[in-house]
């Protein structure tokens, strides 16, 4: 944003001195009331220690990240790094662009300390002329006293960290998400990518109140899926469908969340055999199936990431039937290897032996399902090119920067949460299956936390198999 040098624009109204002075008059105290203290903070704290124990007697800074650009001097909507939220429980609305949360070393541990750009007072232009922090602009922030009553921290002036980080003490730190804190301390990039993966694998293992956010998501998620078949009508009826379906998930994911997990995918017909299609910019023809892949991040920034693939007029033909209960075959497998002490592979090993079988019965595989199941061979997966699971929480691929002897190659505990989704896609112009399947894509995910003696889909009020799902869409659309 290109700005002046009190947060306003080129092109914002002139302030003259005689509406500065009018403008710092005549304000009552509007202080918060009823501030309670965030339900997270207890988990923070816990979460605190653990990382305090591993690294002794270093500074740790852990940066919210700024504003970025999505066009000349408009921003995206603000979303904190997720290292940021998982240790401060900042999250949502209270989350303000360029603080730093820092844990300085004590010789009992480490101390929280919070910098953030607090409200902005009455006896400045900031409130009114700052169109990046101004109360006017952007709305209220809380004080730094506000702050500190609901999230138990240390909280400072943002203006004071270049002055707190000038004593160069040992320091890890997330870098790249703010600028002060990249100049003040020295580049060291094994440290900076050694704390990646920390911040990553402790967030492997759930805790309560991460369980029950992401069975908020994901229960605000199915609603959301509810939305979308009650608009297939609509959808069919213009074009570039695929976006009324889009839309209609977008508008639950703002009401009872913070935003989108990530882009809805709409597929429609045989755009559900693109993965990632997010340009939704198909027609929706009754007939075909819709692959929709949706989550909604709720508040505290914890996200679901479900798919279902659907008969737009509300039933499955005999061939998108049978491709459809492969996958579903396929998935009931894949719950079944989610238990302690598995492998993270062993849920892609055992949905893919249901695939390669279901392949080589209808045919089109070229040879057994024993010979392509073998690690050197795998043509089976010219119809399913996609890993089976991801781990899943504060981020949708949860825990990206963990070692893959703890992740990919990882064992799977208990209070893990990750998705099971495997999927069958025939190309329009794959010629090795017959004309009736071409063009049919699917795949059905949920969402499952680990427990003790195996897994609990979390996402399992949704209906998936294709009985139920026609039964479910036939009583979401009798209405319209």
Same mark, same amino acid.
């Given at each position: ?211 029950? $956010?992401? %069975? *908020? &998501?994901?229960? !605000?998620?199915?609603?959301?899926? @509810? ?6 009508? =609509? /959808? ?92 579903? $075959?396929? %998935? *009931? &497998?894949?719950? !079944?290897?989610?238990?302690?002490? @598995? ?6 090993? =055992? /949905? ?92 059905? $995910? ?35």
């Amino acid at each position: 944003m290109s700005e002046e040098k009190d947060g306003s624009r080129k092109y914002d109204a002139a302030n003259p001195k005689p509406l500065a002075d009018f403008m710092k008059t005549g304000w009552a105290p509007t202080p918060l009331e009823g501030i309670i203290p965030n339900p997270a903070i207890k988990f923070c704290k816990e979460r605190i220690k653990k990382i305090s124990a591993k690294y002794p007697g270093k500074r740790i800074v852990l940066p919210a990240g700024g504003l970025k650009v999505r066009s000349n001097d408009t921003d995206f909507r603000f979303r904190p790094h997720s290292g940021f939220s998982y240790f401060t429980g900042i999250t949502g609305s209270d989350a303000v662009p360029d603080s730093v949360f820092i844990l300085e070393p004590r010789a009992d541990g480490h101390e929280a300390l919070l910098f953030i750009h607090p409200r902005s007072p009455r006896d400045t232009a900031e409130f009114y002329r700052d169109a990046k922090h101004g109360e006017f602009w952007v709305g209220r922030r809380m004080t730094l006293d506000e702050t500190e009553r609901k999230y138990g921290f240390s909280v400072r002036q943002i203006e004071d960290l270049a002055d707190f980080l000038s004593d160069e003490k040992p320091a890890v730190y997330v870098r790249g998400e703010n600028k002060v804190v990249d100049k003040a301390i020295s580049k060291d990039k094994s440290e900076s990518a050694e704390l990646l993966t920390y911040l990553s694998e402790i967030r492997l293992v759930k805790d309560s109140f991460e369980i029950a $956010e992401m %069975q *908020k &998501a994901v229960d !605000a998620t199915n609603r959301g899926f @509810a939305d979308m078949v009650r608009v297939f009508g =609509a /959808a069919t009826s213009v074009a570039r469908g695929e976006r009324i379906v889009e839309a209609a998930f977008f508008g639950r994911a703002r009401l009872e969340g913070n935003d989108l997990g990530y882009d809805t995918i709409a597929a429609s017909g045989s755009h559900a055999c693109i993965l990632h299609w997010i340009r939704n910019d198909g027609d929706v023809k009754s007939g075909d199936l819709i692959l929709i892949d949706a989550g909604i991040e709720v508040d505290s920034l914890y996200t679901a990431d479900i798919t279902r693939t659907l008969p737009i007029n509300g039933k499955f033909s005999p061939a998108q039937r049978k491709i459809y209960m492969l996958v579903y $075959e396929a %998935q *009931k &497998a894949g719950f !079944a290897a989610v238990k302690p002490g @598995a492998r993270f592979k062993d849920i892609t090993a =055992a /949905a893919h032996a249901v695939l390669a079988k279901g392949l080589e019965e209808m045919g089109v595989l070229p040879i057994t399902a024993e010979e392509s199941l073998k690690l050197d061979v795998g043509l089976h997966r010219r119809w399913t090119v996609h890993g089976v699971s991801h781990m899943l929480g504060i981020d949708v691929h949860d825990c990206n920067d963990a070692r893959r002897e703890q992740y990919s190659d990882g064992i799977l505990e208990a209070g893990m949460i990750l998705t099971v989704e495997p999927g069958l896609y025939i190309h329009p112009d794959d010629e090795l299956f017959p004309a009736e399947y071409r063009g049919i894509g699917v795949r059905i $995910e949920d969402d499952v936390l680990v427990t003790e003696t195996g897994c609990r889909v979390l996402s399992n009020k949704l209906p998936s198999h294709p009985d139920e799902v026609e039964v479910w869409i036939s009583n979401l659309t009798r209405s319209n």
